[in-house]
């Protein structure tokens, strides 16, 4: 997006676009892991969920589109990225249930198979230009090109924006929702009560990758819009640290998540007004951000508001 003519406002105007198109994959992703991790388990193999999300889109929104039109074609995208992530997070969600196996060494190993099954299948379409998914244009009302492309909105941002609240919902005012806080708190507890940890585990971690693949569809088919095999550039894993960072709270993810679409922005944004000195440190923001996060949270002085008792645990 050229900023050239706005001069220093287009700083603001380039991270506040930034945001509302790079905070989605964060949004979902988060999401998809406060769900998982409510429920008691980790799920580090978000970012080969997040990579297999965004081939699988592209792939069969390539495929697809002579048979359902270049308008439909990118939903089925999507349909098939969140079915690509329950594959993942079924296999995921039946390896760490397992005696003696750890969340942390499966999260990696998911990591390793996501990606490279990602890598290998994805290999077609690295060239090829297949349909995006509409946006909605709610900068019509300015004359500056400029803010028209701030503000072109993608449906799967504004979706991401209401499953937040919707999720809050469904933790505090649903049965589901107090079965899987009671499986998280505790599974002895949850098992008196004649609740199966193994299954309500396996549908938050399969419901939790779902949202996870949809968020590498918000990749390939509306930002940056392309298919690479560096396209998550790690956003899979910094979503565990806005999971922290948001004390476990759906509301607190969606913040987090523009918070880290802002900082990802940064270094693009002043790039666009011809600021090159020190690009490579703003583009760094969002990593430096997910340390930050870490090393606060990791204090043994700080007791973590919201964290679910057998997080990390063994049952």
């Not at 969920?49 to 889109?57: E, K, N, P, V, W």
């Not at 583009?283 to 508001?305: D, E, F, K, W």
Request: proline letters at 6%; glycine letters at 12%.
């Amino acid at each position: 997006m050229a900023t050239e003519s706005l001069g220093l406002w287009g700083i603001p105007l380039g991270i506040i676009a930034g945001t509302l198109r790079g905070s989605a994959p964060f949004l979902f992703v988060s999401l998809g892991e406060c769900l998982t991790e409510k429920s008691g388990k980790i799920n580090l193999g978000l970012e080969g969920t997040l990579l297999m999300g965004a081939m699988s889109a592209y792939g069969v929104s390539y495929l697809s589109q002579d048979l359902v039109g270049p308008f439909w074609a990118p939903w089925l995208g999507v349909l098939a990225a969140g079915l690509s992530g329950m594959a993942l997070g079924a296999i995921h969600g039946w390896l760490s249930q397992q005696p003696r196996v750890n969340d942390v060494a499966t999260g990696i190993a998911m990591i390793i198979f996501g990606s490279g099954l990602a890598f290998f299948l994805g290999k077609p379409f690295i060239q090829p230009q297949a349909p995006q998914l509409f946006t909605l244009d709610w900068g019509n009302w300015s004359a500056a090109p400029q803010i028209q492309s701030a503000l072109k909105i993608s449906p799967l941002f504004l979706l991401g924006v209401a499953i937040a609240p919707l999720l809050h919902w469904f933790f505090r005012y649903t049965r589901w929702g107090l079965y899987v806080r009671a499986v998280g708190d505790s599974p002895q507890a949850a098992r008196a009560m004649g609740i199966s940890p193994f299954k309500v585990r396996m549908l938050s971690i399969v419901a939790g990758s779902f949202l996870a693949g949809i968020g590498g569809a918000c990749l390939s088919l509306y930002y940056p819009g392309v298919w690479t095999e560096r396209i998550s550039s790690g956003q899979g894993l910094m979503a565990v640290a806005l999971v922290i960072f948001a004390k476990w709270n759906p509301i607190q993810c969606l913040w987090a998540s523009m918070l880290f679409g802002g900082a990802q922005a940064i270094g693009p944004a002043f790039q666009s007004v011809g600021f090159d000195s020190y690009y490579y440190l703003f583009n760094a923001a969002p990593y430096i951000l997910t340390l930050l996060i870490m090393v606060v949270t990791c204090s043994p002085q700080r007791t973590l508001t919201g964290l679910p008792g057998a997080l990390g645990k063994e049952d």
